[in-house]
């Protein structure tokens, strides 16, 4: 078979996301062309997309031979080097990427930036992880809740105080529970200034009422609004900006958790959860996928990463049941009728958790979470709830490496597979710290 036939054959594979099947072509087709550094870049992405990222270094590592001003290889390489835990070297990779990027004429590749920023992120220096994450604003995806420039083309701790600030969401609901921690530091700023102008969060719908409420413990509470509304509801004059951008704008240190809190979620009348079985039982809230996204090929990989396999998920719960637990499922979307396909019964809170407020009020109900990394993780955290959330090898650097803490949530504890795919070792570290958490409960 012609090269060029190999090549139409392994595309046509990835798109059914056949990963595998086209690393099998483009191994055939490198047969027939060793040296040819754009097969070596595709076979090395197909094998990353199938989370195989210690093959795909070998791939991109003999792409830079071939072509070491190839902004792509260098990419590809930062890539697996963050799967692989290793940040440091990762870094010099992306820093090499931009580099090549801008020699080759394209300038700036905010693809580059992003990548970068997080692995900075899990390296602590927040500082540069921030003001690298601003170029984002280049991404084709980039879809800003207003046109104008954020924050006016001032720096935002410098605009007139009179105005309004309208801070809008992106990104997927982990990041924005993950950093409403600046929307306080930005209010207490404001707050100093006699006749300041409000601050308003512009967000989806499922999360409006849960910042209603968790925000409200604050001197001048923001005003929450309805993204889908459009920009037509913001009155002038206001600035506007990103609310990722606020780390950038007002600055480390983290502001530290929790800071989403409400006394309706701990007094409410109505309990959200069902009879407790007979006996005591410690109420235990289970996550075990992440959100899913078949179309785009990233996150279908991170959801195949971050979710529990159906073996492990009935070792889980079995384990848990064995040492008096009453699991509650707290899973959403397709993935919540697992439990039930496995027989395994789990209760379910009284009201379908359709936004977060809801979800809140269940977890304050709850002696643990225990999730996946998912946008309960982030909940659970940002309310200050004891958690414990299962994370892959590789896991997202906000997570760190090794560290069974975050310095984002002080209330969660982490537990990793110490090597790719491996939840077995994860759930038994789990079940054992349960034993012991459970024992200690029990004689306070």
Not at 318 to 334: C, D, K, P, T, Y
Request: hydrophobic share 45%; charged share 20%.
């Amino acid at each position: 078979m012609s090269l060029m036939s190999l090549v139409a054959q392994a595309h046509g594979l990835e798109q059914v996301h056949d990963w595998l099947g086209a690393a099998q072509v483009y191994a055939q087709a490198l047969v027939l062309e060793p040296d040819n550094d754009r097969l070596q870049i595709s076979l090395g992405n197909v094998l990353w997309l199938a989370d195989l990222a210690g093959a795909a270094e070998g791939c991109y590592r003999q792409a830079v031979q071939l072509a070491p001003d190839d902004s792509m290889a260098w990419r590809g390489l930062g890539n697996c080097l963050k799967d692989l835990n290793r940040f440091e070297e990762a870094v010099l990779a992306y820093d090499r990427a931009a580099c090549c990027a801008r020699e080759s004429g394209p300038g700036l590749d905010p693809v580059i930036s992003w990548a970068c920023s997080q692995v900075r992120i899990g390296l602590e220096d927040y500082r540069s992880a921030y003001a690298e994450m601003e170029h984002r604003s280049a991404l084709p995806s980039w879809n800003p809740w207003l046109p104008s420039p954020c924050w006016g083309d001032e720096a935002l701790p410098k605009l007139d105080p009179r105005l309004s600030v309208w801070i809008w969401s992106e990104q997927g609901f982990g990041d924005i529970l993950q950093y409403l921690r600046w929307v306080p530091v930005l209010v207490h700023q404001r707050q100093r200034w006699e006749g300041s102008g409000e601050v308003v969060l512009v967000v989806e719908s499922s999360l409006i009422q849960l910042l209603r409420e968790g925000l409200a413990w604050l001197p001048r509470p923001p005003r929450v609004v309805d993204k889908s509304l459009g920009s037509a509801q913001a009155s002038e004059p206001l600035a506007h900006g990103s609310l990722l951008s606020l780390p950038h704008e007002l600055g480390p240190p983290i502001p530290e958790a929790p800071y989403l809190r409400s006394p309706l979620w701990s007094y409410s009348t109505l309990s959200l959860l069902p009879s407790p079985p007979p006996g005591d039982s410690w109420r235990v809230g289970l996550v075990w996928a992440a959100g899913r996204n078949h179309e785009d090929p990233y996150k279908e990989r991170e959801y195949r990463k971050r979710s529990l396999p159906a073996q492990v998920l009935w070792n889980l719960v079995v384990g848990l049941r064995a040492q008096g637990a009453w699991v509650i499922n707290l899973q959403f979307g397709e993935d919540q009728g697992l439990a039930a396909a496995l027989g395994l019964d789990l209760a379910s809170p009284r009201l379908e958790l359709t936004d977060f407020s809801r979800a809140a009020r269940v977890v304050q109900e709850l002696d643990l979470v225990i999730s996946v990394d998912t946008a309960m993780a982030h909940l659970v955290g940002a309310m200050g709830a004891p958690g414990w959330i299962l994370l892959p090898w590789g896991a997202d650097p906000r997570w760190q490496r090794e560290r069974d803490d975050s310095p984002w949530y002080p209330s969660l504890r982490l537990f990793r597979q110490r090597a790719s795919a491996d939840w077995g070792g994860a759930i038994d570290a789990v079940l054992l710290a349960f034993s012991e958490w459970s024992a200690a409960r029990a004689s306070c």
